[in-house]
């Protein structure tokens, strides 16, 4: 059941005017399908059935176990970790999240979320485009987040790492637990699992939405009532 409220997540990356790279062929496959091309049709009951069929061979689920249900569980029992950083964030005026393909929506997604929860400013940057501006503002004051899961576009993003590092940068980097490059303790490194490209980031945000709603508490924000917000839109 878990995996059938993966459908809205799919379908929105599937139509996503940001394509990667080199994207999933899975999911091209997906994006080709009616019963995800329409919205009509995801509703009924028998296209739920078989879309939900497919997503579970794709995050390697069976009727038994869901292994991409327990790795969200496991993201889960790091919370601690994420504690543990977000007095420091806490402590900036601003903060820059960057990644690339599918992972660039991944930080967008978590700028907003430390904006409404901690009203700290936050940014999330295509890490191919840091020559582009972003680069001017990188110094060893600069909080970074980087996402550098191991997808095909993990060498362009270890560019950007490189580019922000000799910029005396110290980026926390969101890498999957299978990668052995950072085991060296020179950077600071947040572990998730590793899954197929175009669902890794339903993972990589976890730690991410975690880390906006501890850096909200360290500023004495309350999370259940962010200021300026509607929760329903009321006018055009």
Same mark, same amino acid.
């Given at each position: 059941?878990?995996c ?23 999911l ?18 028998n ?6 069929s ?15 249900v ?28 960057m ?14 979320k ?13 890490a ?22 191991? &997808?095909?576009?993990?060498?362009? *993003? ?5 580019? +922000?590092?000799?910029?005396? !940068?110290?980026?926390? =980097? #969101? ?7 950072f &085991?060296?303790?020179?950077?600071? *490194?947040?572990?998730?699992p590793?899954? +197929?490209?175009?669902?890794? !980031?339903?993972?990589? =945000? #976890? ?6 709603y ?6 004495g ?8 917000l ?7």
């Amino acid at each position: 059941m878990g995996c059938v409220l993966l459908l809205g997540t799919l379908s929105r990356l599937s139509n996503s005017a940001a394509r990667p790279e080199a994207p999933c062929s899975t999911l091209e496959s997906l994006a080709h399908d009616p019963d995800f091309d329409s919205h009509s049709r995801r509703l009924q009951p028998n296209a739920v059935d078989v879309c939900s069929s497919r997503i579970r061979r794709l995050v390697g689920c069976c009727d038994d176990e869901c292994i991409f249900v327990g790795q969200i569980r496991a993201i889960f029992q790091h919370d601690s970790e994420f504690q543990a950083i977000a007095p420091m964030l806490a402590k900036q005026t601003s903060l820059l999240i960057m990644g690339r393909g599918y992972q660039h929506a991944t930080c967008l997604e978590a700028a907003l979320k430390i904006k409404e929860l901690s009203y700290l400013h936050s940014e999330g940057i295509l890490a191919g485009e840091l020559k582009h501006g972003p680069l001017a503002l990188i110094d060893e004051s600069m909080p970074v987040i980087l996402v550098m899961t191991q &997808d095909s576009i993990y060498p362009k *993003v270890r560019s950007a790492l490189e580019q +922000v590092t000799a910029r005396k !940068g110290a980026p926390i =980097i #969101i890498a999957n637990d299978t990668d052995p490059s950072f &085991d060296d303790g020179r950077h600071r *490194v947040i572990r998730v699992p590793r899954t +197929v490209d175009c669902l890794q !980031g339903i993972l990589n =945000i #976890i730690p991410l939405q975690l880390l906006s709603y501890h850096v909200a508490i360290a500023r004495g924000c309350n999370v259940d009532m962010p200021r300026n917000l509607a929760k329903s839109v009321t006018v055009e």
